[in-house]
């Protein structure tokens, strides 16, 4: 059982460059959401997902894109990344997020040089 | 803005020790009131949880008190261990917007020493 799987786990983007962060689940979860940490910010919400086919923009939205085509996956897209956009990137999911909380994964640390 | 604020900023506390971390919101809607604890590497988990109708909530030796008048929650860590060296956050959500959605602290890095 593997819970939340961020890919990949580094990396360095050259400005202006795209990419895409994937995060995979396999505890059959509806409820899914990309934050980014930074320090002395704590974790912001970038996209959410309350179930396959479903998004909607967090508090940081800016720049960054997603997909949920499958209930498992939900994709993060930077389509032209900026040394802002270096941090560490979380994926969670949850079943109930009021009742059993996040499950995250353990992250992706990107640097936008 | 910062709709949830926390305190302090990073914590040293001796081994025996009782930790201390407060949060204040600013959204009267908010309903949930989560923390959430994070090991360096690791995604961050859930540790312990509380609603606004209970004023404290103890598990083991972790206790969120919570004050609705003044908008104000903490977690008191009694007994601290060197393996509770760890980022600590507070978070807040709200029912009806029926989403999950987590309004993160800017989080405490507690250390505690043997």
């Known amino acids: 059982n593997a819970g939340v799987t961020q890919t990949p786990k580094f990396r360095v983007l050259k400005t202006g460059q795209s990419m895409t962060l994937l995060c995979a689940q396999d505890m059959n979860h509806e409820y899914m959401y990309w934050y980014r940490q930074d320090p002395g910010m704590g974790l912001r919400l970038i996209h959410y997902?309350?179930?396959?086919?479903?998004?909607a923009k967090g508090e940081v939205p800016d720049g960054y894109n997603v997909s949920r085509l499958k209930k498992q996956n939900f994709l993060l897209g930077l389509e032209s990344a900026a040394p802002s956009q270096t941090s560490v990137y979380f994926c969670a999911s949850s079943y109930s997020p009021r009742s059993y909380g996040y499950t995250f994964g353990s992250g992706t640390r990107l640097t936008v040089v | 803005q910062q709709q949830v604020k926390q305190s302090p900023q990073s914590l040293i506390v001796q081994k025996g020790g009782i930790s201390i971390i407060n949060c204040a919101y600013e959204n009267t809607a908010f309903d949930y009131f989560p923390w959430y604890q994070q090991f360096p590497g690791k995604g961050p988990a859930l540790l312990i949880a509380i609603r606004p109708d209970v004023s404290e909530k103890k598990e083991g030796r972790f206790t969120i008190s919570f004050n609705k008048s003044a908008k104000q929650f903490s977690l008191h860590i009694m007994d601290s261990q060197p393996g509770d060296s760890a980022t600590y956050f507070c978070?807040?959500?709200?029912?009806?917007?029926?989403?999950?959605?987590?309004?993160f602290g800017q989080g405490t890095t507690l250390q505690v020493k043997p």
């Open positions: 978070a807040a959500s709200r029912d009806s917007s029926n989403t999950g959605k987590l309004i």
């Open positions: 997902s309350v179930g396959e086919g479903t998004t």
